[in-house]
């Protein structure tokens, strides 16, 4: 199939309108030729001014292949099938409305592409940008809670323990063509906080026999407000992991039963690895890993508790 496009770059944006245009400029200020891609945000019901942002944008730059709609049904499971939907690039890349993309991201994405057509799906190497403090209690444990995802400083295919981050992936459109698109079931929905919906397509990508990748050099820098630390925040988001499992494996009685047993074993094993931080005298630290694997565990038998 042909497509008009290379490239759709594509942005799920939900109350951000004091980072949205920084998301967009990032991608416009790339060195790849404008006449090869398209920027796209899906506003998701956005109560802060984010649309007469975008409208005043549009405006400004009448000479971009720049376009915006308003997805009606709550969710990012939504508003990124939406996107995907309206694309018109032979790719869809993926930027989150609080990120900036950074030099040679999209070249880089096409060239590969290009170049290995036997892969349908890659992402790349996020990192925070933290806006505020960072509290005692933080760890490696939490890179999730703030978007960092780095996989070493190699090209690498990623084969299902690890899979691509929302902030920064791209895909074949056909694979939407193909293998359908986001469940709508998972991801968060306004201030609810359940997840999964990218581990599940990916997956199912890897499932039909395709190849994902990870690619260091395609980088974004994710910004990290000081809401991401609230410990009710970081509370739901940990559900919403368990409870989009929850959600996901709906029906598959053994594989649930699997990873309630896997959840419960990583709680304790968590009590091991956090002896070394309290025989650093870090017990802010060892507290904040348990209660993580506790409310994961939580969220599992309540999925609705991250809502």
């Known amino acids: 199939m ?49 649309i007469e942002r975008l409208a005043a944008y549009k405006a400004q730059h009448p000479d ?12 990012v499971a939504y508003t990124r099938t939406r996107c995907a939907t309206e694309a018109r690039g032979e790719i869809v890349a993926y930027l989150d409305d609080d990120s900036t993309a950074q030099p040679g991201w999209l070249s880089s994405i096409a060239s590969f592409f290009d170049e290995h ?17 960072i509290p005692d209690w933080y760890s490696k444990y939490f890179f999730g809670l703030v978007g960092n995802f780095d996989q070493g400083p190699n090209v690498k295919r ?4 690890r899979y691509p981050c929302g902030a920064n992936m791209a895909f074949r459109k056909r694979v939407f063509e193909e293998i359908g698109y986001f469940n709508t079931e998972l991801g968060r929905k306004g201030k609810g906080l359940l997840a999964n919906e990218e581990k599940d397509i990916y997956l199912r990508i890897l499932a039909a026999g395709h190849h994902v990748y990870y690619l260091p050099h395609v980088a974004v820098l994710h910004s990290v407000e000081a809401n991401k630390f609230d410990k009710a925040y970081v509370r739901r988001h940990s559900m919403g992991i368990g409870g989009g499992e929850r959600l996901r494996l709906r029906g598959q009685n053994g594989a649930l039963a699997l990873k309630l047993a896997e959840y419960v074993a990583k709680w304790g094993y968590a009590v091991v690895y956090g002896i070394g931080f ?13 209660r993580f694997r506790w409310w994961v565990i939580m969220g599992f038998l309540n999925p609705h508790g991250a809502e």
């Open 2 to 50: 042909q497509y008009p496009l290379k490239v759709s770059a594509v942005i799920c944006s939900y109350n951000r309108a004091r980072f949205i245009i920084s998301a967009v400029d990032s991608i416009f200020g790339q060195d790849y030729d404008k006449s090869l891609y398209e920027v796209i945000v899906v506003d998701n019901n956005s109560t802060d001014g984010t």
């Open 64 to 75: 971009y292949n720049f376009r915006y709609y308003t997805e009606t049904n709550q969710g």
């Open 117 to 133: 057509p036997e892969v349908w799906s890659l992402g790349g190497k996020i990192t925070p940008r933290f806006l505020t403090g």
């Open 158 to 161: 990623l084969t299902g323990a």
């Open 278 to 290: 309290l025989l650093r005298g870090q017990w802010s630290k060892f507290v904040m890993l348990e």
